[in-house]
């Protein structure tokens, strides 16, 4: 014989399901206790937030070739703004949020490179951070995700493959193309074609995102240009005379461009492991051109 008992009913919990959260990447309705998007796999963190507080974050997408050192960069950069007290402020929104920096600064105290940004979306970090200017008025939230260069590879020679990154361009302010300079001093063409190929695609996203692509900025940055001083010391005389390509692309297609010069290992050195092979390991970490080029992208987004 089965004991009786009581169960309490919950059916109050149909009715949040009922309700579809819209995804702040691609706008497809999720449950409300959905971690990612069924559709993108972007983080739903983001849409609560955002509903949370009333507010529409902008978007600013950093692209480039897998082993460019976007992770570096990312980790650095939000590292640094959040230690200044005066010029620009940061201020994270979500524990997620500090995930980049903290993987970053660690890797670099155990004189280490962090590891290689998996391919699937659900793993990547996100940031989505407050900032404040000095003489701007009203501060901006922003949303900055540090996504796989080989993924983003595969969206532009097939796309739809990740559509969280057609969908996040699509409504992106601005975008930060990274260069590896060490490959372009080498003579190697795959950093070009790599960044050529990105702009084509964000030129043909769609009619209207297309267009709009021709009026926001989009900011070229060198990085591990530390190597090469002649890049450090005018990085636009760099990109022209060895992307040239690149070059007259940005200038007829995106109006609204700059060309900037970052490094953060002030010198590196080759360790061989049996394990892993030939590894690259910074000696020192001396960041430089690491905050201007997102000064200038939020200085020329577009106003609200």
Sequence with gaps: MTPSSIQPLES?????????????????????DAEFCTHCAGPMALAHQANSQNIQ????????????????????????????????????????????????IA??????????????PDRWNWV??????????????????????DAVMEEVDHPHTYRVIGSLLK???????LVDTTQVTAGEVEQDFFAQKLLGYLSELDEKAGARWARQ???LVFSKADQNEACMNDPAAYAEAHLAGLWRQCRERFPLHAVFAAGVAGACAIHD????????????????????PLEWLLKHLPRR
Excluded: W
Excluded at 14 to 19: D, I, N, R
């Design 171 to 177: 409504k992106c302010s601005g975008v930060m193309i």
């Design 273 to 292: 492991s049996v394990s892993e092979g030939r590894l690259q390991i910074p000696l020192r970490v001396e960041p430089r051109g690491i905050v201007e």
């Design 217 to 219: 900025p989009v900011a």
């Design 57 to 104: 974050p902008r978007m600013i997408a950093v692209l480039g070739p897998s082993g460019v050192g976007k992770t570096v960069y990312l980790g650095m950069l939000i590292d640094m703004i959040s230690r200044q007290s005066r010029k620009m402020q940061v201020f994270s929104r979500g524990a997620f949020s500090v995930t980049l920096q903290q993987t970053t």
């Design 107 to 120: 890797a670099l105290a155990r004189c280490e490179f962090p590891e290689k940004t998996p391919n699937e």
């Design 12 to 32: 109050y919990r149909l009715a949040e399901y009922a309700v579809p959260i819209p995804c702040y990447i691609c706008g497809v309705g999720n449950t409300y």
């Design 128 to 149: 989505h951070c407050q900032i404040r200017l000095p003489r701007e008025k009203h501060p901006f939230e922003l949303i900055v995700p540090d996504m796989a260069g």
